[in-house]
């Protein structure tokens, strides 16, 4: 019992000290702040539902801080979406979230369980502020914020509704796909002198049990979308033409025809044409080359161009087959081959990080190391599976023969590092306008935060794919992605490795939840094309990556994964192209106050530099009063766990 005690105590002062605090004596001067409060709900630690208040506040001038005060004390994943709510609301209104502060302050009555679900409201809450719009009273949400702004699925629904009905809320916003929920009950039945229990699923139409509550459920797919909804404004843009230079046009077409040269050549000199597992191989990549060669027709390079990578993956994968086969099973040289190519392209993107970049550089290095990312993924793979005898790799015998998932992993490996190679050599040949070089200062803090966002948005992934008991190996990719990002050195290559890693992210929780999918990924499209239409002009540099990514996700297999990264990428360029944030110190002095039932909304300027606040100013009281909060919190939690281990 104190053993369990202690563990309490430990994770409640970590939980504690996660949050970052201020300690300077001097007042914080800021040139003004902006606030709104919002319901909140959630699932309280008895099962039931509770409504709770969040208050964001957002200071300029910043440093891209983020702090949170909870009251109860919060689990780490409630910390983590305060950051990503930050980053998300910063994209869609256009800033630089480095340039500002974020004070988050959650409060209920209730000990409430943790989790990633008040994301969406901490995002909408922020967001509302930055755009310096009035805060409505008569509403709630709930929903997982992702670093893209698309809204992620979460539990307890029907509880939150009756929580959200309890303080009067009208509207209440739950993430999209999830109108229909099912949860599970408790059934009690005595059979003579037992007792048998047993977990029923119940399902209800959340829209028509809101209405028998007097509240009216609208579900959202992206944080734009419940911007609209609350405001009646919106802050994307339609009608947009992408256009592709030609010079990359070119590029991509002579990738596709060298891959077209190159997969023919590779098949011609298989010798086991017949063996079974080589044969449907060899008419994989035919058909793939088809496939390439009729979207380039069309005119849809960037389709094509996938396409073809496919044909190599299928023809290098018959090609180490073949080699398999002549030598009982040996496939070192397939090994060292695949790790050569690898190791060279690796060399040449270090090489080139080195030099003085555009922003439109930046990304399509970052773009070549992401594809080399998830080739090491896949080599990494099948050294794994391979056995060792003498030195020498050869393919596992197992029961039901010699398994042959290596040499796909091993195709794989060596396409994608095929691919990233193209990036490479497109990077030198993009037009670069009149872009300036990126500086290496300002390259170093947004591949940080990048890394920072997709380490908060995987571990919510390994957390939602536990709780729900589903299949947690589609998180090992993004994972392994997000853990090289941490720990490289480059950059540039932080970049791509955490871009890849969200995208991915975003893509597993859409895909495994059953969500709606086709409605994320054409929200994000009218997000990435409002990237598009801010960069496209002057002597900002258009957004190469969006042109290319939006051309694949009208028929792409996974939409969502392609929007996300038209996104992220249109994101990136825009961040390396801006030197100073969008919202400027207002040149009046005003002061705006909504008051509602548990929702005020202030917003505070003065006239040309820093000053000190004053009212709804943000001072070193402010980090003071969440350092005391969480000092109460942990007391709290410590004899919430104590009670708990008692019983």
Known sequence: MARGTSIVLTIMLLLSLST??????????????????VHIVAVSSSGGGVAGNLTVRVAYPGSGKVYISTSPASMVDTQGSARIAAFAASLLAGVDMTRYDFFYDVQSNSIIIGGPSAGFAMALATLMALENVTC?????????????TSIGPVGGLKEK????????????????GQEVYTYYQTKYERIGPFIKVERVPVTVNLTEYGS???????????????????????????????????????AVKGFVEWANKTVGAGLDSI????NGFVKALSENATSKLKESAALLEEGRIYQAAISAVSALEYAYTAEYADTALASDYKVTPVVDDVNATINKVYSELVEAGRGNLTPVQVETLAKAWAKLGIGAYYFQGALKSLSMRGGDYYLPITLGGVDLAPLV???????????????????????????????????????????????SATAYLQTILDEAGANTSRASLPLFLAEQALTIDDPIARIGFSIESIAL????????FTLDPARTAAGLTSLALTLYKRLDGGSIQIPLLVSLAMQ??????????????????????????????????????????????????????SMGGSSKETGGGVSAAYPLALALTAVVSLMLGVVVGWLALRE
């Not at 404004?233 to 070119?250: D, F, Q």
């Not at 990077?427 to 997709?454: D, G, H, I, Q, W």
Request: a neutral charge; one cysteine or more; aromatic letters at 8%.
């Open 505 to 512: 992210t975003t893509t597993v929780i859409h895909e495994t």
């Open 212 to 250: 028998k509550l007097g509240v009216r459920v609208v579900s959202i797919a992206t944080l734009e979308d419940g911007f609209r909804v609350i405001t009646n404004k919106s802050l994307t843009s339609t009608g947009v033409n992408l256009t592709i230079p030609v010079r990359v046009s070119e």
């Open 136 to 148: 409505r009273s008569d509403f709630a949400l709930t929903g997982m914020i992702q670093p893209d």
């Open 271 to 274: 010798q086991n044409k017949d």
């Open 161 to 176: 509704l009756e929580a959200a009905a309890s303080v009067g809320a009208k509207l209440f916003l739950i993430p999209a």
């Open 20 to 37: 970052p605090i201020s300690t300077h004596a001097t007042v914080q001067e800021y040139s003004w702040t902006r606030s709104c409060s």
């Open 552 to 605: 694949g996700s009208s028929s792409s297999k996974t939409p969502v994964l392609a929007s996300s990264r038209a996104v992220l990428y249109g994101w990136l360029t825009w961040e390396l192209s801006s030197q100073t944030s969008s919202i400027s110190t207002p040149a009046s002095t005003t002061t705006t106050t909504h008051t509602g039932s548990n929702t005020t909304a202030t917003t505070t300027s």
């Open 409 to 455: 992993y091993l195709g794989e490996a060596r396409a994608l590092a095929v691919w990233a190679e193209f990036w490479f050599n497109l990077s030198s040949t993009v037009p670069v306008y009149m872009a300036k070089p990126v500086e290496a200062s300002r390259l170093n803090e947004v591949s940080r935060l990048l890394e920072a966002e997709a380490r």
